[in-house]
């Protein structure tokens, strides 16, 4: 599966020259036929990584809790619709549903890309329907919006501070037929200081998102959450990685068949809502939202009927979720809601 579509890269290489790291995150996640997401399902225990849906139901419960409390916070509207941004094979939405079903009449929509992604996803969420893009989403109801892992695979750029200006790190042909990272030999005016070497990193299209966001909720109403792997405050450094079977890889060696990431600039991001006219709460640690949202309780609600086997799981599943050095720190939760809005729950001071 890697060989074609590294030799698409390689012949658009030959004739424009090297491309952005946005570029290259675009094709090997995206492309049509080559790309990780288009091509292959490997989330899960024996794929190339795990999200927290697939460690504990307990996860998406809980999500699914928060957003009933947003929906009563809009007034418990008789139409709303959930959507969830890159669902992966439906879990958290399978879970979500199931803790709310007997509240809420949310009407379940997915935004996705992957057609076999989608295969899964109908397993999990038959009732779910389908959209490429936000934009597409419809209008016609509130809209409560979950992101679980979802703003870490979208492309990113990179700049590197070189003789006192700024240069785009770019990806270009290697000898030996590979790729490699280069600098631009334009120099970009980015208004930031820093010393020779620095790397700078953003991502235009999670910016986007937010931006698209931000005009249906103010349009339509409703609220967001986002939670993904980055620190509170980042911008500075190279966090551009690949995973393959669990473990790091190499992210130029094999386009299209391991997962490409980057860490989440939530402080950037919630700048980017204030300014298109929402409230941005957090970040908090995704450990500190799941315990607000009672999850230590949810975890003795289910042990209650477990079996001494599956109740040593679900403590394993609870410190994985929460602890400070597990994902508890790791990942980090923001909120996005309308100006008049309260604090939504888990994010009160």
Partial sequence: MTAPLLDLILRRIAAEGPISLSDYMAECLLHPHFGYYTSRTSIGAAGDFITAPEISQMFGELLGLWAADCWQQIGAPSRCYLVELGPGRGT?????????????PFLPLFVEASAKLRALQAQAVPEAAWYAEIAALPDDAPL???????????????????HGAWRERRIAASDDGGLHIVLSRDAFPLAREATEGSIWETSPASHAVIEALAVRLKTQGGAALFIDYGPETSGFGDSFQAVRGHAYADPLASPGAVDLTAHVDFQSLAQ????AGLNAHG????????NRLGIGLRAQQLKARATPAQAEA???????????AAMGRLFQALAL????APPPAGFAP
Avoid at 314 to 324: P, V
Wanted: no cysteine; hydrophobic share 45%.
């Fill in 144 to 162: 409560i919006v979950l992101g679980n892992e979802f703003l870490d695979a979208l492309p990113i750029k990179q700049y590197q501070m070189q």
């Fill in 314 to 324: 679900i403590d394993a599943a609870l410190h994985r979720l929460t602890a400070d």
């Fill in 283 to 290: 970040p908090i640690g995704q450990g500190a939202l799941l």
């Fill in 92 to 104: 958290l939405m399978q879970d979500a549903l199931r803790a709310t079903r007997k509240v809420v």
């Fill in 272 to 275: 980017t809502a204030r300014r």
């Fill in 337 to 340: 809601t309308l100006r008049d």
